[in-house]
Structure formats: C-alpha cells, structure tokens
C-alpha cells in the first residue's frame, strides 16, 4: 500500500522555525495530486491547516506555510509557540490500482 | 456551520460488525464526499471509505471486502458498517467532510474497542 513518508519527530525552540516533510512518489504526489497538511493537538480530532499545496484555511495562522515539489512536500512553522505542539499529518490522492486517500506517516513537533 | 457527531456503540466483541453513523447538522450534505478515517492507538490516520451525496462510494482497498458506507434517507447522516472485526480494528472513528481531496471538517471522534 502506498504510503507518504514523514519524520517522526522535529522539535525547536519557542521562536524558531522548524519543517516537516513528507515525501510521496509517481503515483500520488508525483503524478501532479495536490498535499494537505492537519495538525492535531493532543486529544482531539486533526484540524486542515493546509490545502491544496499552499493554502491556508480562514484562521489559520500565516506562521503555516506549506509547498510541494515533484514527490515531495514540506510544512514550515516560522515563530514556534507552545500551542503548535502536536501531531502533524500530510495527505495526499493515489492513482494506483484501487485510487484512494493517502496519509503521512506523522510527525510530531515537541517545542523545547 | 456545520458540524460532525459520530455515534455507535464503543465496544464490538471479535467476529462482530462495527456500526458507527454520523450525524451532519448546520449543513447541506449536498455536494461534497464524505468519509470515515480511523486512528488506531498510539498511530497514524487511515482512510477507510468516502460517500458522496448521490451514494457513490470508494472505499480503502485494504477493507473494502468488509466495509459499507452507507447514507440514511434523511440525507442527514451517513453509516459505516465494518464486518468480522478483530482487535486490529480497535480504533477511534472518525467522520469527515471532503471538500476537494481535503477533509475540511471533522467530527470529534469515537473510540470503538474490540474486545470480548
């Protein structure tokens, strides 16, 4: 089954900047299928912080920005805070023998 | 604006069916996809199936021989029936709408233990 690959884990300082990637292949981000990115803070459901690529959803903070290049795309976090800790999540659309929705293996951000 | 309740029993004995619905208020379920992503503990998200509003469904190819997703007449709640579960299948369940590819809307989630 295909699947987007992420790291574990990323973690910086209040302040910093830190970005989570998540790399796919030919048959889902490389065949032109747009990313979305959702955070999930401890005990609760995942929230859409980015869509389509890039595009951020009303409220959410211009400290998420995401892009996608070939098979690969990255979430930044710029001016860490406390309450961006939690769960990352990637997900994108695979073309292979049965299409279906994709998701990042996840990746949690621990602020220092 | 529209809101996501999932509802169901939360423990399923083994060789048993999972039934969950969801419930869609503040809300049209017109014309979106709507689909069921489970998490198991301490693991990632897996999208098990979508409907959209005229009954199509696609579902995960790794469940799709024991998986139904189903919508109610009232066109107000949509259903997920998973068969011959097993402890694997210990999760929490949610429901989400889709607008596009992205899943812009989720219900809070219920946790279904199978045990006997």
């Known amino acids: 089954q295909s699947v987007l690959t992420q790291p574990p884990s990323v973690s910086g300082a209040p302040g910093q900047r830190v970005t989570i990637s998540c790399t796919g292949s030919?048959?889902?981000?490389?065949?032109?299928?747009?990313v979305h990115w959702y955070q999930q803070l401890p005990g609760t459901a995942p929230k859409l912080l980015i869509s389509?690529?890039?595009n951020r959803p009303s409220g959410v903070p211009d400290r998420f920005s995401g892009s996608k290049s070939g098979t690969s795309a990255s979430l930044a976090i710029t001016g860490l805070q406390a309450e961006d800790e939690a769960d990352y999540y990637c997900?994108?659309?695979?073309?292979?023998?049965?299409?279906?929705?994709?998701f990042g293996t996840g990746t949690k951000v621990t602020v220092l | 604006q529209v809101q996501l309740q999932e509802s169901g029993p939360g423990l399923v004995k083994p060789s048993e069916t999972l039934s969950l619905s969801c419930t869609v208020s503040?809300?049209?379920?017109?014309?979106?996809?709507w689909s069921w992503i489970r998490q198991p503990p301490g693991k990632g998200l897996e999208w098990i199936g979508y409907?959209?509003?005229?009954?199509?469904?696609a579902y995960n190819p790794s469940l799709k021989s024991r998986v139904t997703i189903s919508e109610d007449t009232s066109k107000t709640q949509f259903s997920l029936q998973l068969t011959s579960v097993t402890a694997a299948d210990t999760a929490v369940y949610y429901c989400?709408?889709?607008?596009?590819?992205?899943?812009?809307?989720w219900g809070q989630g219920i946790t279904v233990t199978v045990s006997s």
């Open positions: 389509d690529n890039s």
């Open positions: 030919s048959s889902n981000m490389g065949a032109g299928y747009v």
């Open positions: 503040g809300g049209s379920i017109s014309p979106y996809y």
């Open positions: 409907i959209y509003y005229t009954g199509k469904t």
């Open positions: 989400a709408r889709q607008a596009g590819f992205a899943m812009d809307v």
């Open positions: 997900q994108s659309y695979d073309k292979g023998p049965s299409a279906f929705y994709i």
